[in-house]
C-alpha cells in the first residue's frame, strides 16, 4: 500500500496497521514510491493543494496555505494511476480533496466554522447520509477549511454536514472499492470499521 503520511500521523495511522503486519505500508515522505508498483492507496491529510493542480484560476491565492508541490505531484499521479487499475482507495481529509480535483472536480478555497479546536479530535459535527452508505459515523471529527465545491463526474455523495451541506464523504462510482471522507478516522478508534473494510480488500 502506498502512501504520503506526515511524520505527526505516523503513529495515529499505525495503531490501525499494527494488526495487519501482511501490508507493507510504503511512505513517500521518505523515499521515492512508484504509483505502479501499489496494490491500494491511502491519501492522508496535509496543506492546502498547490495552485497549479486546480483547474480554475484562482483568484486569491493567498488562500492556499503551505502548499507542497511535491507531495501533490507524487500524490495526483498516484490517484490516476489507482483510479486506472481499479486499486483500492481510502482518502481522508486533504486526501478527497487531492481525489476530488485529480478527476476534474473543484474546491470551496476557504469555508468557516470547521476548523474549531474541539473539532479536531472530538466527533462533534453532526452528519446526513444517501441512502447507499455503507459507512456511517453519526458525528465526526472533522477540521478543515477546504471543501469540495463541484464534486467530479466519477464521484458519488454519501454523507454531509448537517448543518451546511457541506460535503464529508463521497465514494467512486462504479468502482470496486474507493472512499473519500472529509472527517478524520485516524484520530479515534470509533472509525476502525472503515480501515477495515479499506484493509481487507488489500488482501
Not at 481499479?86 to 473543484?106: D, E, M, R, S, Y
Request: glycine content about 8%.
Amino acid at each position: 500500500m502506498g502512501s504520503w503520511i506526515r511524520e505527526c500521523d505516523d503513529a495515529l495511522f499505525g495503531r490501525f496497521l499494527a494488526a495487519h503486519p501482511e501490508i507493507t505500508l510504503h511512505n513517500a515522505r521518505l523515499g521515492p514510491v512508484d504509483p505502479a508498483t501499489l496494490d491500494g492507496l491511502l491519501v492522508t491529510g496535509g496543506p492546502d493543494i498547490s495552485i497549479g493542480f486546480h483547474h480554475v484560476p484562482i483568484e486569491h491565492p493567498e488562500l492556499i496555505k503551505d502548499p507542497e508541490p511535491e507531495r501533490d505531484a507524487w500524490e495526483f499521479a498516484a490517484v490516476r494511476s489507482a483510479v486506472q487499475r481499479g486499486l483500492p482507495i481510502l482518502a481522508i481529509c486533504k486526501g478527497v480533496q487531492v481525489l476530488n480535483v485529480a478527476l476534474g472536480g473543484t474546491l470551496h478555497l476557504d469555508i468557516r466554522g470547521h476548523d474549531l479546536p474541539e473539532m479536531k479530535s472530538q466527533n462533534v459535527q453532526p452528519l446526513r447520509f444517501d441512502a447507499s452508505a455503507r459507512h456511517r459515523f453519526e458525528k465526526v471529527n472533522s477540521s478543515h477549511h477546504q471543501a469540495l465545491d463541484r464534486v467530479a463526474d466519477g464521484l458519488e455523495v454519501e454523507a454531509w454536514h448537517a448543518g451546511d451541506d457541506t460535503i464529508e464523504q463521497v465514494r467512486l462510482r462504479h468502482y470496486p472499492w474507493g472512499v473519500g471522507v472529509q472527517y478524520h478516522p485516524e484520530r479515534d478508534t470509533i472509525y476502525a470499521s472503515l480501515f477495515e473494510d479499506f484493509f481487507a480488500q488489500l488482501q
